[in-house]
T-cell receptor, first 113, second 114 residues
């Protein structure tokens, strides 16, 4: 069965430090996409970054980068120079050939001043 | 210039009532989705439409009925509301129904059934 695992239910990180949020996935689809979304306390879901399963290079978007290790089925999100506004829930998701996004349970990130 | 909008943002209602949530996207996307996020923040797909055609219909009670009058709108009607329906409901859209397309979310509708 397709599954996403985010092993860190919660994390505390000091402001300005880098943070890595873990995500592993299990899919038998030959082609898929990996997504990270942010959900601040206000509740909206904000798209952060995307990585295609055939992309050779790791995706980057500003302070966000995706550490994609296909053989290990791992797609960790790295946030550099964390800011107080980064405090939020972070969700990893995998898109499958049946058009669905399968979601992880999320990691609650709190940035300490 | 809102991309994906939902109304209402908050909905408080009694058990047994019927209610609707509306969703509109002005991104020109072909595909729209409804998700339910429970109290533990777990997100689950409910329905998806591509060009007004139902393409995903997950196991949800048949009290939930989506309606897509055109590809820019996907409404969710819920009959005979139950306590367990309390959740946040998100609408989303993507350019196409292929796996690699990013989904853009509306602000969510917080439904509380009393």
């Amino acid at each position: 069965a397709q599954k996403i695992t985010q092993t860190q239910p919660g994390m505390f990180v000091q402001e300005k430090e880098a943070v890595t949020l873990d995500c592993t996935y299990d899919t038998s689809d030959p082609s898929y996409g990996l997504f990270w979304y942010k959900q601040p306390s206000s509740g909206e879901m904000i798209f952060l970054i995307y990585q295609g399963s055939y992309d050779q290079q790791n995706a980057t978007e500003g302070r966000y980068s995706l550490n994609f290790q296909k053989a290990r089925k791992s797609a960790n999100l790295v946030i550099s120079a964390s800011q107080l506004g980064d405090s939020a829930m972070y969700f990893c998701a995998v898109s499958l050939s049946n058009y669905q996004l399968i979601w992880g349970a999320g990691t609650k990130l709190i940035i300490k001043p | 210039d809102t991309a994906v909008s939902q109304t209402p943002k908050y909905l408080v209602t009694q058990m047994g009532n019927d209610k609707s949530i509306k969703c509109e996207q002005n991104l020109g996307h072909d595909t729209m989705y409804w998700y339910k996020q429970d109290s533990k923040k777990f997100l689950k797909i409910m329905f998806s439409y591509n060009n007004k055609e139902l393409i995903i219909n997950e196991t949800v009670p048949n009290r939930f009925s989506p309606k897509s009058p055109d590809k820019a709108h996907l409404n969710l009607h819920i009959n005979s509301l139950e306590l367990g329906d309390s959740a946040v409901y998100f609408c989303a859209s993507s350019q196409a129904k292929i796996a690699q397309e990013t989904q853009y979310f509306g602000p969510g509708t917080r439904l509380l059934v009393l």
